[in-house]
Structure formats: structure tokens, C-alpha cells
């Protein structure tokens, strides 16, 4: 096309008009919002200097507790997985009585106070509960006060992040596609690997994603049920509350910053997979 | 391949998709599913690509028994609406599929070398690499009939394939595509509900009309001598005038036009008219032209009120009309159908 476009300032017409006047208002959003509050969760741990964060950091205590929480984040995301595609699959495409009541309880975590969530995941999974009970004598098992327990809390609350991502995508992903590759000869296994999945796969990365980010910093429902004995079930976020009654604000702060980098690290490594994925597509 | 349809019902509920419907394709052959929406055409097409089940009657392809044979043993290609290209797949990866989910997959030298050939045929080989949704929309077309074509089927399908072309591509597209059924030497079923696609590219064209087959001929027949008055009045750019016969004379009161023979029994009944078999002459009458459209060749074309109705005619040879004449109507020809179905071709 070599349609000539109205001259302006610029060689390119811009869909949106005003660039600069959206420009500054977005970067004074993001100053004010974002990078003002993270500047000053990196300024303050420099208080104790290299060293002192060097040394807060290798806590064996702080140790525990990042890996514990990035590694329940991960692990309850890598479940949620395919827990929430086989949820999003039944929302969108079988027909069946209660659909509706699924549908709308699948958002019950968005909305329930998580410190409510906590409280009773813990009172059914603990020794004496319905399901902690079970479990206990017959295998032995222990959840409530136990890193499963934490496990099981951050699934709870990161669920509906990966149901609702894959969701909209899955019903709008026709059932065309499937019935194109059963007409060349697929079998079913062979559809859903090869046509179905990876068509979903930048939803169900984002919902990774959303999930994960969700459980790292998820604090109200994991201290009820994980007993928080340190070095053991003691998560990051927790500590930096103990820090902060402690009016250790650098050694909070540098707890803080460690997850904010952590955090990034992962979600700039799982973006940048999405962008390879997306390639071709707009 | 033959395709052999016997009695075929498909029921949604209480609705007859399909209301038994038969229907043979020769090898070979190219044949038209013609109908308005909701006629069932793209129901037959899908039952005859194992989509869709029937709840009776009968299907051969190549003289063997589909019933419990799914779409994927059938080795049918189908050329979907919307294309159905895998959209996370480069243009040879969709192509390459139907390869490469083989129970013997093809080394993948041979794959990329078929596919590459196909990609030639349908004229895109500059396209491998890219997405589907890099491409335009005629494109898309050639690669999912590439895509198609890659399994070897004997029996293509096409539901509405030239959808979504503009009809400068549409027209060039449909001979293209019928030439290489030719080439190919397969059986096509085309889907369609555009008269001048299916009368164009199919040898015969099956007019379907809420779950049934009303007619199966070539364009020339089903012009010459419509079976059904639905098929009158689809076909072709027919008129339809209501009418009544007596005593084997058809006549149009209350619209001004003058009464013609026809081999009928007596009471009310329908007479379809091509633009070309209503003719306008010079006279006093309730008639009155609206507009002239002179043509390069032939007879003017003329719109004519007549009380409350409009009319589309042409003016007799060597007659010149002007808005605002009053004129008189006759029929050089029609085909009637009275209200038991029975059929006459007047004039």
C-alpha cells in the first residue's frame, strides 16, 4: 500500500493522538506507583552496606525461608497446571448439570479473605480434620504445620489464575482446528498434543506466571496451616514481618529485595519463552 | 471415489437437519450442494466427512460402508469455512501434518519434498515460513486446500471455501480451483450457497431446501426445467408471480399481465419468470415504466410499477420507452407450478 498518509510532525500517523501527553502521564503513573516504593526497598537494605547485606542475606534462616517460598511457588503453580487446564477444559467445553456453580466457585479464591482460606484449609487438613485426619491413619501422611501444607494453601489461592487465563482462550480456539486434524488423520491423543496444547501454551505460560507471582508473595492463608517453625515451614514474606516487629527495617528490606529480584528473574525468563512462542502471531 | 447417500436423517433436537436425504457423486465428478442457509448442505458435508453422525439411512464412499469409520480412517480432504489452519504452525507445518501423523510417518526429506510440492501446486511456495496469521485470506485458502491435498484423498470436500475472498479473487480462484479438480483427477463436493459458484464450477449441482436434496441436474437443466417451485425461484434470477388457472389459461389479476396458456389443473398457482421473459409494449394499460437502463446489446431494461407491485421487464425489440409510459405487460415465458406441485412451462 502506498497510499499517502496526512503529513505531520512525524514521518508515521499514530493511531492514538496526544503521544506525549499519554507518555507523561503514564511514567508518572508507573514513578508513583511502582518504581518510587521499589527505589526505596533497594535504597534501605544499602543501610547495612555490602557486607551486612551479604551477611543478612546468608542467614541460614533467610535461606530457608526464599527457598522455601520460591520452591512451594513453583511446585503449587507446575500443579496447578494441569489441574486448572483439566477445570478450564470442563467449564468451557462438557455440558453438565452444576456447570454453573463450578464455573462460579472456581473465583471463590479471588475472593475470600485469604486469611479465611488459611483457617479452613487448616481445620479440615489438620490431624483432627476431615481430610487431615483420613490421611494420617491410613498413611501417615501430615499436611496442616508441614511444607505439603504450604503447598496446598498457595495452590488454593493461585488456582482461578491459571483457570481464567486458559479459559478465554480455549473457547475461543474452535473446535474447527480439531475437527481440521482429525479430516488429516489424527487421533485424538495426537490432537490434543500437537494441535490443542500448544495452542494453548502462552495461556497456560501466563497463568504460570500469574500464579506463580500470586503464591510468592502470598501470606494470609499459608501462615495459618504452616506452622511457621523456622527453618522448616517459615516463609519469606513471614519473615519480613518478623524482621519489621523486630524494627529490623534493612534486614526486612533486604529480605524484600531478594524476593523482588528472585521474582523478577523468573517472570522476565518465562516472558521471554512467551515471546519466542508468539512468534508470527499478533 | 463414488459417494453413495441413501435416506440419510440427522436430527438436532426437533429440527431436521438432514430429512433423508440421497444423493450419488461418480467418480470423478464435481458436484454443487446449493441451498439457502439452514438447507443442510454443510450438515451433508459434514456427514460425509465422518463430523457428524446420522441417526438413519446409509453411507458409501468407494463402495464401502462408513458407518463407524471416523473421520480419520476416512482419508477425506476437507477445505473448511474459516480454513481451520493450525495457528501456531508456520505455513509447511500445517501442510506437513496430515504427513506426519501417520502410523508410518514418511522420512523427513520426503515430507518437506511433498510438501513443498503441494505449496508449488497451490501456487504459495514463498509462504512456508510464515503463520497463518501473516498471510491473507486467498492465501490461507490455497494452503489449507494444500493442507488438504497433502493426505492424497480421492474425495475433497469444501464448505464454503471462497467465503472469505473478495469477488474480483473469487471469480479467479473458482477456475483455478476447478481446473485443478480436473488435474487432480479427484472427486469434489463443493458447499455453496451462491448459484453462479455452483453453476460455474460443478458438473452437476444438488439444490437442497430444509434437509432435503430437491433436485440434482446440471446448470443448464435446473434452469430448463426446475423440478420444484422452490428450485424456480432459487435458481436462475427468477420472479415470482402469483397466479390462477382456469380451463388451462394462467391469469395474473390483479397485476396488468396478460393471461398465457399452460397444461394445469384449475385453481391458484405460482409462475417464476427469468428478467428477459417479461416484455413491455407500447400501449394504454395500468401500467406505468419507472425506469429505463439502455443496454450496450439487446432490449432495455425496465422497471415497471403496477399498482402496488414493481416489476422488472424489457422492452419489445425495436420499442423505445421513456419514464412515465404507460405500457402493457406479457410473458414470453414462464414456469408455473400449481398448488399440488404439479408443473407446466407456459408459453
Not at chain 1, 543478612?56 to 494441569?82: D, I, K, T
Not at chain 2, 446409509?58 to 464401502?64: C, E, M, S, Y
Amino acid at each position: 500500500m502506498s497510499a499517502s498518509l496526512p503529513a505531520g510532525r512525524g514521518a508515521r500517523a499514530r493511531a492514538i493522538p496526544g503521544f506525549r501527553a499519554t507518555l507523561a502521564v503514564t511514567l508518572l503513573w508507573l514513578a508513583v506507583i511502582v518504581l518510587i516504593p521499589l527505589a526505596a526497598l533497594a535504597l534501605r537494605p544499602l543501610e547495612l552496606g555490602p557486607a551486612g547485606l551479604i551477611a543478612s542475606l546468608s542467614e541460614e534462616r533467610v535461606v530457608a525461608a526464599l527457598g522455601l517460598s520460591f520452591g512451594a511457588a513453583l511446585l503449587a503453580a507446575l500443579l496447578n497446571l494441569p489441574l486448572g487446564l483439566l477445570l478450564a477444559w470442563a467449564v468451557v467445553r462438557l455440558r453438565f448439570p452444576g456447570r454453573g456453580i463450578l464455573d462460579a466457585a472456581l473465583d471463590l479464591p479471588f475472593a475470600l479473605p485469604t486469611a479465611v482460606a488459611g483457617i479452613a484449609l487448616t481445620a479440615i487438613a489438620a490431624p483432627n480434620g476431615w481430610v487431615g485426619g483420613p490421611l494420617a491413619e491410613l498413611f501417615g501422611w501430615k499436611i496442616a504445620f508441614t511444607r505439603a501444607g504450604v503447598v496446598l494453601a498457595l495452590m488454593f489461592v493461585s488456582l482461578p489464575f491459571i483457570v481464567r487465563t486458559v479459559e478465554p482462550v480455549l473457547r475461543d480456539m474452535a473446535a474447527e482446528a480439531e475437527e481440521a486434524a482429525a479430516t488429516l488423520g489424527a487421533t485424538r491423543a495426537q490432537t490434543v498434543l500437537r494441535v490443542v496444547l500448544p495452542g494453548l501454551l502462552p495461556a497456560l505460560l501466563t497463568g504460570f506466571s500469574l500464579a506463580f507471582a500470586r503464591s510468592v508473595g502470598e501470606y494470609g492463608s499459608v501462615i495459618f496451616i504452616a506452622g511457621n517453625l523456622p527453618m522448616l515451614t517459615e516463609i519469606a514474606p513471614l519473615l519480613i514481618v518478623i524482621r519489621l516487629e523486630q524494627y529490623d527495617y534493612a534486614g526486612a528490606a533486604a529480605v524484600g529485595l531478594a524476593m523482588l529480584v528472585l521474582s523478577f528473574l523468573l517472570l522476565l525468563a518465562i516472558e521471554l519463552v512467551q515471546r519466542r512462542l508468539r512468534r508470527g502471531r499478533r | 471415489m463414488t459417494v453413495e447417500v441413501r435416506g440419510v436423517t440427522r436430527r438436532f433436537g426437533n429440527l431436521a437437519a438432514l430429512d433423508g436425504v440421497s444423493l450419488s457423486v461418480a467418480e470423478g465428478e464435481f458436484v454443487a450442494l446449493l441451498g439457502p442457509s439452514g438447507s443442510g448442505k454443510t450438515t451433508l458435508l459434514r456427514v460425509l466427512a465422518g463430523l457428524e453422525g446420522t441417526d438413519s439411512g446409509t453411507l458409501h464412499i468407494a463402495g464401502r460402508d462408513m458407518a463407524g469409520v471416523p473421520a480419520r480412517e476416512r482419508g477425506i480432504g476437507v477445505v473448511f469455512q474459516h480454513y481451520a489452519l493450525f495457528r501456531h504452525m508456520t505455513v509447511f507445518d500445517n501442510v506437513a501434518f496430515g504427513l506426519r501423523v501417520r502410523r508410518q510417518r514418511p522420512p523427513a526429506a520426503e515430507i518437506a519434498q511433498r510438501v513443498r510440492r503441494l505449496l508449488e501446486l497451490v501456487q504459495v511456495p514463498e509462504l512456508e515460513r510464515r503463520y497463518p496469521e501473516q498471510i491473507s485470506g486467498g492465501q490461507r485458502q490455497r494452503v489449507a486446500l494444500a493442507r488438504a491435498l497433502a493426505i492424497e484423498p480421492r474425495l475433497l470436500l469444501l464448505d464454503e471455501p471462497f467465503g472469505a475472498l473478495d469477488a474480483l479473487v473469487r471469480k479467479e480462484v473458482r477456475r483455478w480451483l476447478r481446473g485443478l479438480h480436473d488435474g487432480l483427477g479427484i472427486t469434489s463436493v463443493l458447499v455453496t450457497h451462491d448459484q453462479e459458484e455452483a453453476m460455474e464450477m460443478a458438473d452437476r449441482v444438488a439444490v437442497m431446501e430444509r434437509g432435503r436434496v430437491v433436485q440434482v441436474d446440471t446448470a443448464a437443466a435446473l434452469l430448463r426445467e426446475p423440478a420444484t417451485a422452490f428450485v424456480a425461484g432459487f435458481v436462475g434470477d427468477a420472479a415470482r408471480l402469483p397466479c390462477a388457472v382456469r380451463d388451462g389459461v394462467v391469469r395474473f389479476d390483479p397485476l396488468p399481465i396478460a393471461p398465457i396458456a399452460a397444461a394445469l389443473p384449475d385453481g391458484p398457482a405460482t409462475a417464476f419468470t427469468r428478467p428477459g421473459e417479461m416484455v413491455a409494449r407500447r400501449g394504454a394499460g395500468e401500467a406505468q415504466v419507472r425506469l429505463v437502463r439502455d443496454e450496450v446489446e439487446g432490449p432495455a431494461r425496465l422497471v415497471v410499477g403496477a399498482g402496488a407491485a414493481v416489476l422488472d421487464a424489457v422492452a419489445a425489440p425495436g420499442e423505445h420507452f421513456a419514464r412515465g409510459d404507460s405500457c402493457l405487460l406479457s410473458l414470453s415465458g414462464a414456469h408455473v407450478f400449481s398448488a399440488d406441485g404439479s408443473r407446466a412451462r407456459a408459453g
